[in-house]
Nanobody, 128 residues
Framework: QVHLLESGGGLVQAGGSLRLSCAASGRAFRAYAVSWFRQAPGKERVFVAGISANARTKYHAHSARDRFAISRDNAKNTVYLQMDRLKPEDTATYYC?????????????????????WGQGTQVTVSS
């Protein structure tokens, strides 16, 4: 069992930055790939960025490329999403999700249905 808790959301002006954190509790965090998704009001939940269990493989959605960066600190059981040059269209609830792979696995995931665990989400609001 893995419990995920997101933090770091808030209200920021366009062009600003936020760093989201996803803290995991439970066993064998290094056996889980972790991804960030977001869901805007009235829209579907979509993939933002993913990172493998060993942190060596990362993938960012086109909308996040060059502005967002996913990283993880396995010693702290935490995955981060650094978001820079935020835009009003980035406004959404951001969720982290985990999928069991292998210890120090190299795979990431992008599908909502591929997730084993979800956090409760953290709200990001970008004002124009």
């Amino acid at each position: 069992q893995v419990h995920l808790l997101e933090s770091g959301g808030g209200l920021v002006q366009a062009g600003g930055s936020l760093r989201l954190s996803c803290a995991a509790s439970g066993r064998a965090f290094r056996a889980y790939a972790v991804s960030w998704f977001r869901q805007a009001p009235g829209k579907e939940r979509v993939f933002v960025a993913g990172i493998s269990a060993n942190a060596r493989t990362k993938y960012h959605a086109h909308s996040a490329r060059d502005r967002f960066a996913i990283s993880r600190d396995n010693a702290k059981n935490t995955v981060y999403l650094q978001m820079d040059r935020l835009k009003p269209e980035d406004t959404a609830t951001y969720y982290c999700a985990a999928r069991y792979t292998d210890y120090d696995g190299v795979d990431y995931f992008t599908g909502i249905n591929d997730s084993d665990y979800w956090g409760q989400g953290t709200q990001v609001t970008v004002s124009s």
